[in-house]
């Protein structure tokens, strides 16, 4: 049997795609290292995504928004901040409503688990989509097409592969595109909490000088009425000191950074933490091959974009692949004409994301009292927070 589309990386962004494009009526092999079932955590693991309004349309289309288990929370309000730990906020505060630019919410939290067990139920599923997880690919790219070799020596043709294989790709590395990374010598923290008083769809963005401290609604679980889940980054040893608290006094230092609004709080599920870095492959593409989400771009997790910018790349990648004119899914001008419509969009959220952490993640008074006053200004002009408003729902 042979294949349309290789795409190797079930992850989000490689299991979102294969379900795209097996809704366009491709035929797709799916590649992935690790068996699928085990990503499914079965209970509460406290990791979410914030996924902004225009990747919505992507999950709707391929039936993975239907597919949910787990009612996504929508954002409502959006609250900018900034202090220090233990501190009330600055005055100077920005505030975004949803209804300053229409009904929709600004974007979803999702239970990443959730999220897991809709692409696992959709790829088994879809009879457009063979699955081979665990297993591994032996790739080989020539003008003509792409030749697959599994682990037991079953091997098949596609006419092209995608490398949807996360940061260290391994395809990426064999096509000798090279890469750049920045590394931030912080460390993302991530959690989730129940607390005493609703959180009403405000997602908080608290601007620390460690890095940014977020709080994103959830919806009610059976146990908590309200919870909501915290990612927040600082300097990698005290990130890594956090990690090794006991329960209590962790706890205490997530309430010191998020202030009373939500009254007391309590520590569910487990707590994660990353090390950061932002990373971009100096191309997306080479012979029969293309980048998508993390194997292409990495960004600092301060917007929540990282897997928006991956659905982004899928939302492309499947209009131009399924459109009915294409015949040979490898043409080098398919190619090149996503990787212009992905690649400037991913260095722009790269680059703006890098100067907020920049700019936010400093206790230099000058900076301070500027970032402050341009927070109020912003807070003043409506025209320039309804763009920024658009803007973060990817519209
Ligand atoms: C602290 C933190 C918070 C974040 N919060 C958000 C958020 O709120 N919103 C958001 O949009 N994004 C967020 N992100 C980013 C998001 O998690 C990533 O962008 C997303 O997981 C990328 O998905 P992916 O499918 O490209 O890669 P991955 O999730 O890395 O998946 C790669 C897949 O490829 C497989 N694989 C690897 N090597 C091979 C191989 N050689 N052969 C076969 N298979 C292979 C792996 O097993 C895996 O299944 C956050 C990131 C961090 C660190």
């Known amino acids: 049997m042979d294949y349309d589309v290789a795409i ?3 992850g989000p962004v490689g299991g979102a795609l294969a379900c795209a494009l097996a809704t366009g009526g491709k035929q797709v092999a799916l590649i992935d290292k690790a068996a699928l079932p085990p ?4 209970h509460f693991d406290g990791r979410a995504y914030a996924i902004a309004a225009g990747c919505k349309r992507l999950l709707d289309e391929t039936g993975l928004w239907d597919a949910l288990p787990f009612t996504p929370c929508p954002i409502l309000n ?14 100077l505060s920005l505030q975004f409503d949803h209804t300053q630019v229409g009904d ?7 239970e990443a688990r959730a999220l897991r067990i809709a692409i696992n139920e959709k790829l088994h599923s879809n009879p457009n989509i063979t699955l081979f997880a665990p297993d591994e690919a032996n790739v080989t790219r020539s003008a003509e097409g792409v030749t ?3 682990k037991n020596g079953t091997s098949f043709n596609a006419q092209l592969v995608v490398a949807a294989d996360g940061r260290n790709s391994q395809i990426r590395a064999q096509a000798g595109i090279p890469v750049t990374r920045l590394p931030y010598h912080q460390s993302g923290v991530v959690c989730a909490i129940a ?6 769809g405000v997602a908080l963005e608290h601007f620390l000088p460690g890095g940014p401290f977020a709080q994103l609604p959830m919806s009610a679980s059976a146990e ?6 915290i990612v927040f980054t600082d300097k990698t040893d005290i990130a890594n000191r956090l990690h090794i608290l006991d329960a209590d006094r962790f706890t205490k230092e997530v309430a010191r950074r998020l202030g009373p609004q939500l009254g007391r709080i309590q520590l569910i599920g487990k707590r994660w933490t990353y090390p950061l870095s932002a990373m971009y492959a100096a191309r997306y593409t080479a012979t029969r091959l293309v980048l998508v989400g993390d194997a292409a771009h990495g960004v600092h997790p301060i917007a929540g974009q990282g897997l928006n910018l991956g659905l982004r790349d899928v939302q492309a990648l499947a209009d131009i692949l399924t459109d009915p004119a294409v015949t040979d899914l490898g043409d080098t001008g398919l190619l090149a004409a996503y990787q212009a419509a992905r690649r400037p969009a991913n260095m722009t959220m790269l680059a703006a994301t890098d100067l907020l952490d920049r700019l ?8 301070r009292l500027a970032r402050d006053l341009g927070l109020a200004a912003v807070e003043r002009m409506p025209r320039l927070k309804a763009r920024f408003m658009r803007a973060a729902m990817g519209n």
Not at 39 to 42: L, Q
Not at 78 to 91: A, L, N
Request: aromatic share 6%; proline share 18%.
């Open 78 to 91: 959006i609250k900018v901040t900034d202090g220090k730990p233990g501190r009330p906020p600055s005055p």
């Open 148 to 150: 697959i070799t599994l």
């Open 224 to 229: 908590h009425p309200h919870m909501s889940a």
């Open 195 to 200: 607390h005493e008083k609703p959180h009403n």
């Open 39 to 42: 990503m499914e955590h079965p």
């Open 360 to 367: 936010f993640s400093t206790n230099n008074p000058a900076i």
């Open 8 to 10: 190797i990386g079930a």
């Open 104 to 110: 929709e919410p600004f974007g979803w939290i999702i």
